[in-house]
């Protein structure tokens, strides 16, 4: 065989290799409609991920979250807490069903919502990463202060973080608090990290750390379930104030979905149910469920 009868070949195989899927699928458009199952959809048609559409399926959302009271938490077997009712009840204003909520340690199920493997998770702090992956709504489920905390009888003057320079701090490995926090403690190497703040309450109160920093209403939660008195929160200069979120996973639910999500939050947001879920779970007051025996605590998390 010479080279033009080969290269003659080569660019007949060439040409049916491009004609191959334009004539697949002439042929299955040729086919009555009854050859395929309702709602059986072709790739021509198939929205790409994320684009178009109002609401994710009829079936309903998959939600995931961690264990992290009082906004979301196990009380009596059923998921309940903060993030936990206002995500229910924005829901139900946008008629969009839940078809799963379960709760998984937080690093499980932030991947399970990155690697879209689930619709959604709470609560969720805003990174950069995250939202390259997934949508957040322009409305957060709530604000979420982080701050200092001491012994009220060690009498510590505290207005800012330079005045933590004389002290013993306790952190969580893992958490980001703030770059400004940790170039300080850095700099001068005083601040202790264990795994979680349980074990940070518990020393600041035995005297083996002067203050802990931690998110206010989770810290408010765990010194009540660990039985800790005499710790008081330094509310008046907070490390940083975040918002906790709601993620939607951009390749399951549209953008239109979550649009439409974070206009009935943020009016939410201003009603009298709301509120009412703030004194329930955000209060110094006890939270009015107690939450499941602690082996359904989650190991600690970076929200």
């Known amino acids: 065989m010479d080279n033009s009868d080969m290269r003659m070949r080569a660019l007949r195989f060439r040409t049916l290799a491009a004609l191959l899927p334009g004539l697949a699928l002439i042929l299955v458009l040729a086919l009555p409609s009854a050859a395929f199952p309702a709602g059986t959809a072709l790739a021509a048609d198939a929205p790409a991920p994320g684009a178009g559409g109002a609401a994710p399926g009829p079936q309903g959302l998959h939600i995931a979250c961690d264990i992290w009271p009082p906004y979301q938490f196990s009380a009596q077997g059923r998921l309940t807490g903060f993030s936990t009712e206002v995500v229910r009840a924005v829901l139900a204003r946008l008629h969009a069903p839940i078809a799963s909520l379960e709760s998984f340690p937080w690093h499980r199920a932030l991947d399970m919502l990155l690697e879209g493997r689930t619709d ?17 709504p322009a409305e957060p489920l709530v604000k979420s202060p ?32 703030t770059s400004e926090l940790w170039v300080f403690l850095q700099q001068h190497g005083n601040y202790e990290a264990v795994a979680d703040d349980e074990t940070n309450f518990r020393k600041l109160a035995m005297g083996r750390v002067d203050a802990v920093v931690a998110e206010l209403h989770n810290g408010r939660h765990l010194l009540a379930q660990l039985g800790l008195t005499g710790i008081e929160p330094r509310e008046d200069a907070p490390i940083k104030t975040d918002g906790l979120y709601i993620l939607f996973a951009k390749n399951r639910v549209p953008e239109a979905f979550v649009r439409r999500f974070s206009e009935e939050l943020r009016r939410f947001r201003a009603s009298s149910d709301y509120s009412a879920l703030r004194k329930a779970f955000l209060t110094p007051a006890p939270a009015p469920a107690r939450p499941d025996a602690p082996e359904t605590a989650a190991p600690a998390r970076q929200p």
């Open 120 to 136: 959604a998770l709470f609560s969720a702090n805003w990174t950069r990463r995250r939202a390259v992956l997934a949508h957040y």
């Open 146 to 177: 982080w701050v200092v905390w001491t012994r009220a009888d060690a009498h510590i003057a505290y207005k800012e973080i330079s005045d933590l320079a004389p002290l013993r701090v306790g952190v969580v490995n893992g958490y980001s608090y």
